[in-house]
């Protein structure tokens, strides 16, 4: 019988493509990874995913079966969600920062789960800058925020707890000669224009690693859009680096872009929920912050 960790590994490896990374997402060893998937070939009683220059893609009937699996596993959430627990219900105000990333691309998903499962909690959300929604958690002005938190600072007075590792990978102009290499590293990205993001303090992060391996990236246009961004890269004028949760691969043009994997060991985009090391949590505050700790116990289960 298929199981539900067989369809999370395979969902993992058609998002990310390659069984090591999907296998670091997921908390577990690729060997594991791919004996599960071997598995599940084997029962379903077809090829599901094929071998290619740039990685592990689902076949035709793998793309069909993925579109099973996504329904399968929104299936078993909204059911947890809906099944009633022996506990009692927290009702209050429960006030939440974010970051403009995670406004934009990450917080409607866990929001709209969170909210139908506990619709005693009036939500209060608040949009800042990293530094300013640390300080509005120390002090008590919020209760939790999602954020960042490989550039959290403040550590000695702040608990997180880190909910996803967002791959960050090249994007480029479909059919950009890059494409046609084996292997793409640092030092060719460095020959080529760059578009730097400059939200959530991305371009602090771009200057890390690249100073880590040497080199500047040749610059020619900064902006906090990831739509400019994005057109920019569609219609040839540049390549950047930037995280899979913002990733899309058209414009609003329609124009394609494409997002490769780079030789080079770059950092992840480490999203997470972060609150006071030294304040006793709301009853709301702290039904949110289990919430989201079980939605990452959930994914790796």
Request: charged content about 25%; aromatic content about 6%; hydrophobic content about 40%.
């Amino acid at each position: 019988m298929i199981s539900l960790r067989q369809i999370k590994y395979f969902i993992t490896v058609c998002q990310v493509m390659k069984i090591n990374e999907a296998a670091a997402q997921l908390n577990v060893s690729a060997s594991a990874v791919s004996s599960a998937l071997k598995d599940l070939q084997e029962q379903v009683g077809t090829p599901l995913l094929e071998r290619h220059r740039r990685g592990v893609l689902p076949t035709p009937a793998g793309k069909r079966f993925l579109q099973h699996c996504n329904s399968i596993m929104a299936s078993v959430t909204m059911a947890m969600e809906d099944t009633p627990k022996n506990k009692p219900k927290i009702s209050g105000k429960l006030k939440l920062g974010v970051t403009v990333t995670i406004a934009g691309y990450f917080l409607s998903t866990p929001l709209s789960r969170f909210i139908r499962a506990n619709r005693g909690i009036d939500i209060e959300i608040h949009e800042y800058e990293r530094e300013t929604l640390e300080e509005m958690v120390i002090s008590g002005e919020l209760d939790v925020a999602l954020m960042l938190v490989s550039n959290l600072h403040n550590k000695a007075q702040i608990k997180h707890e880190t909910l996803v590792r967002s791959r960050r990978r090249l994007w480029v102009q479909a059919g950009h000669r890059l494409t046609q290499k084996p292997e793409i590293t640092l030092e060719d990205v460095a020959r080529e224009p760059y578009i730097q993001l400059l939200v959530d303090e991305a371009q602090t992060t771009t200057q890390t690693y690249w100073e880590k391996h040497g080199l500047v990236p040749k610059t020619i246009f900064e902006t906090t859009s990831v739509e400019a961004i994005r057109s920019q890269i569609a219609i040839g004028r540049g390549v950047t680096i930037l995280s899979d949760m913002l990733y899309r691969s058209w414009s609003l043009d329609a124009e394609r872009i494409e997002s490769i994997t780079l030789a080079n060991d770059i950092p992840t985009m480490d999203i997470g929920i972060i609150r006071s090391a030294d304040r006793k949590l709301t009853g709301p505050a702290r039904v949110f912050f289990d919430y989201c700790k079980s939605e990452v116990a959930f994914r790796k289960s």
